[in-house]
């Protein structure tokens, strides 16, 4: 069983709404990921969080505005989407910052289907 | 920055038969390497890595990998597969950043499972 959960498993928004995709872990884990999972396509990396900060940004577009509350929480604020923004989009956290130790193995939630319409 | 090739797209085998999934990843001084398996409308769960050390890694699902550092190749490979064993498999190499480092996924080989 994951032990990274991800609320909605669904979302379905217009392109002026406002939402947001949650992620939980207690795992103890220092760092936590967004990934973004087009159809048929592997994962590619949006955010990452080590210690709560925000270490890595893969030039994301604004419109997705990544939030760390405090070390087990992951949000994902979405804002202005686009009908191309639909996607699955994966949680994920490790132990240690990839900073510290590239090996660390990477925990997956279910992932958020979200589609924009 | 590293890479990740998967040679299949699809490959169909028939139940209890064995199975081999292909990766090639670019050359590096050092290299992480991990292989998840992701079933319908789900996440992603590791099934093994290779860090160091012994170059056969035995994962979970009796699966299990071989690091060939001559030939850059980290095979996923099953002596029996069963129709639960139908899913995604994602080759993946820890790609160093300025600030940290990622997961860099192959473009997936989905394995079919016919009885």
């Known amino acids: 069983d994951t032990e990274v959960t991800q609320t909605p498993k669904h979302l379905v928004m217009g392109m002026t709404n406002k939402k947001s995709l949650k992620c939980e872990q207690h795992?103890?884990?220092?760092?936590m990921y967004w990934y973004k999972q087009k159809a048929k396509k592997p994962p590619e990396l949006m955010f990452v969080?080590?210690?709560?900060?925000?270490?890595i940004n893969e030039s994301v577009p604004s419109r997705f505005s990544p939030e760390c509350p405090n070390s087990s929480l992951l949000n994902l604020h979405l804002h202005a989407l686009q009908p191309e923004d639909s996607a699955l989009y994966l949680c994920a956290s490790s132990q240690e910052p990839a900073q510290l130790f590239s090996g660390n193995t990477i925990y997956f939630g279910e992932g958020s289907w979200l589609t924009v319409v | 920055a590293q890479s990740v090739t998967q040679l299949d797209s699809q490959v169909p085998v028939f139940e209890e038969a064995p199975v081999e999934l292909r990766c090639n990843y670019s050359?590096?001084?050092?290299?992480?390497l991990f292989w998840y398996v992701q079933y319908p409308n789900q996440g992603l769960q590791l099934l093994l890595k290779y860090l160091s050390g012994s170059t056969l890694v035995k994962g979970i699902n009796g699966f299990e990998a071989e690091f060939n550092k001559s030939q850059t190749s980290f095979h996923l490979r099953k002596p029996s597969v069963h129709i639960s064993d139908t899913a995604e498999y994602f080759c993946?190499?820890?790609?160093?950043?300025?600030?940290?480092?990622?997961?860099?996924f192959g473009a997936g080989t989905i394995l079919r499972v016919k009885s």
């Open positions: 993946a190499v820890s790609d160093l950043l300025e600030y940290g480092n990622k997961l860099v």
């Open positions: 795992m103890g884990h220092r760092a």
């Open positions: 969080y080590s210690y709560e900060k925000l270490s």
């Open positions: 050359s590096s001084v050092s290299v992480y």
